[in-house]
């Protein structure tokens, strides 16, 4: 059976480079990464079959049901734009904190700050995809508990976990950094401020205010 429309199309068909297994997997995640992007996540796996261009049976051999194919975009757009090197720059207290948040959104807003990325994740809080609490988890356990962390250690308190009111404050500068990705991607409107004077904005009113949160003061 042929595994998509063009080599069903006969004589006059274009002809089509045989792709590996792996291959063939990474292109249909590509391929639903553009659909998912554009159009949301209404589609039916017949539908999404057809917009990718190959039988629903073909897909199901690669992908067992949506919720597969869904998941398999969250690694290759969310979890593998994550660089471990992040970490260990919240981690390095040989240099101020405001200097390393600084340069951890920097990092972080240019792997961030892309149509795919932004649309999945607004797409999916709104039809209530998985995605978007899967990633809102790792949000708080890779970037805003470390925060807080750090600045209770240059506060000098003593090490606890963060506290819920403590994780909200820190959201909302979070939140504001990256809504002004938002106005830029979804909303197609040039900011008036720089993307880094943006983020040193945002990060002195969270160093600001947590500080004020931890210490009491």
């Known amino acids: 059976m042929p595994e ?4 069903a199309g006969g004589a006059d068909a274009k002809p089509r480079r045989r792709l590996s297994s792996d291959q063939r997997r990474e292109e249909f995640i590509q391929k639903s990464i553009k659909l998912f992007a554009e159009e949301g ?13 190959v039988t629903q049976p073909l897909l199901y051999r690669y992908f067992p049901s949506k919720q597969d194919l869904i998941s398999e ?8 734009r994550w660089n471990p090197e992040w970490e260990a720059l919240f981690a390095d207290r040989s240099r101020p904190l405001r200097e390393r948040l600084i340069e951890f959104y920097g990092h972080y807003t240019d792997a961030i700050f892309h149509p795919d990325w932004m649309r999945i994740y607004l797409y999916s809080g709104l039809k209530g995809v998985e995605i978007n609490t899967r990633y809102m988890s790792v949000v708080v356990s890779r970037i805003l508990e470390p925060i807080i962390a750090e600045v209770r250690f240059e506060a000098g308190m003593s090490p606890e976990p963060a506290s819920e009111e403590e994780i909200d404050a820190a959201w909302v500068i979070h939140g504001g950094i990256f809504y002004f990705g938002v106005i830029k991607i979804v909303y197609g409107k040039q900011p008036n401020i720089p993307n880094n004077n943006a983020i040193s904005f945002g990060i002195d009113s969270l160093l600001d205010g947590l500080k004020r949160l931890v210490t009491g003061t």
């Open 4 to 7: 998509n429309a063009q080599e």
């Open 41 to 53: 996540f209404e589609s039916s796996t017949r539908e999404l079959a057809r917009r990718l261009g």
């Open 73 to 80: 975009v969250y690694d290759a757009v969310y979890v593998r």
